[in-house]
């Protein structure tokens, strides 16, 4: 989307704070000195058998844009392409469900939609929330020495692909769906309050990707230790049988990263894993980091772990094993 957009003509209005030259999660437009509006849109295609568990993880992916820029969603409209002939509309009418549950625990609103007739299925959500302008992360502010912190664990696009091969088992399933309808909004919260410098969430590029938009957007570094990643349980054995996402080593082909000679090519599989509803990847201050972890730990966020840090070698992320930290 960013290369398409690149090509729209400059935008100059001092009330734009983020638009899509950042590469940032969601737009942030400015309507007073304390209040700034945050959009953002997604959409996709069914990746579970349940109708109303596929509306509460494509809900909890759409909100957790608003999350990545520090935000909190306010109200959201639906997004539908259905098939009329094909599927009936009750099944719509679960996918709305799972959706407005999320939705509801979010604290926030559906207000309406839209929807077409369409020969797959897809769903999705526009989500308008409200940030603070002094207080809205993005990609750009990490500082050398920052340490980086992911609240979920990787492998989400490897086991959804398993599921689609039909050899994922029940509760790989079920942990699986339960990372992705998890929110991000304690994470948010957490980080907002312990002075995080960027942050944004790790989906279809996957953490390699969205690392790489810190990382540009900040004019910095990073270093990441694999031995630290947080991982779903299965993910390795299954990715060992074949189940990688296509967008894998199209992540690993384009998105510059230099792996140790003592990274396997299994755990360059992980950091390139496209996914969604992924956590967020924050840079705190390294003084500030005990007091996120106990939030994070409070709030329940899955599996939060310090996985690396923001160096000065700028443009440049090196991911190896044991770097110390
Ligand atoms: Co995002
Ligand atoms: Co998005």
Request: hydrophobic share 45%; with cysteine.
């Amino acid at each position: 989307m960013a290369q398409v957009l690149r090509h729209v003509p400059g935008i100059r209005d001092p009330n734009v704070l983020v638009d899509a030259a950042s590469r940032d999660d969601a737009a942030v437009y400015r309507i007073s000195p304390d209040r700034a509006l945050v959009v953002t849109v997604d959409f996709f295609t069914p990746i579970v058998d349940d109708p109303a568990t596929w509306g509460a993880i494509a809900a909890a992916n759409a909100l957790s844009d608003v999350y990545a820029m520090g935000g909190k969603p306010l109200f959201a409209l639906n997004l539908v392409g259905w098939p009329r002939e094909k599927l009936p509309m009750s099944l719509l009418g679960e996918v709305l469900r799972g959706a407005q549950s999320v939705v509801d625990r979010a604290g926030c609103l559906i207000l309406g939609g839209h929807s077409v007739d369409d020969p797959e299925p897809k769903f999705g959500m526009v989500v308008v929330g409200e940030v603070h302008p002094d207080r809205m992360l993005t990609n750009q502010g990490a500082r050398p020495g920052d340490l980086l912190v992911l609240t979920k664990p990787l492998g989400i696009g490897i086991l959804a692909t398993a599921l689609k091969k039909g050899i994922l088992d029940e509760s790989e399933l079920a942990q699986a769906v339960e990372v992705m309808t998890t929110l991000n909004d304690g994470a948010a919260r957490a980080a907002v309050a312990h002075g995080a410098t960027a942050a944004t969430d790790v989906t279809g590029f996957g953490l390699i990707g969205h690392l790489r938009n810190i990382v540009d957007g900040s004019g910095v570094g990073a270093r990441i230790d694999v031995a630290r990643l947080p991982l779903l349980p299965g993910a390795t054995e299954l990715a060992a049988q074949g189940s990688v996402p296509g967008g894998t080593r199209r992540n690993l082909e384009t998105i510059p990263v230099e792996f140790g000679d003592d990274v396997s090519s299994m755990e360059q599989l992980l950091c390139a894993d496209p996914r969604t509803s992924g956590g967020l990847l924050n840079a705190i201050p390294e003084d500030r980091v005990r007091g996120l972890s106990d939030d994070l730990r409070a709030g329940g966020a899955p599996a939060y772990r310090v996985i690396g840090e923001i160096t000065a070698e700028r443009g440049v992320i090196r991911i190896g094993r044991g770097s110390g930290l």
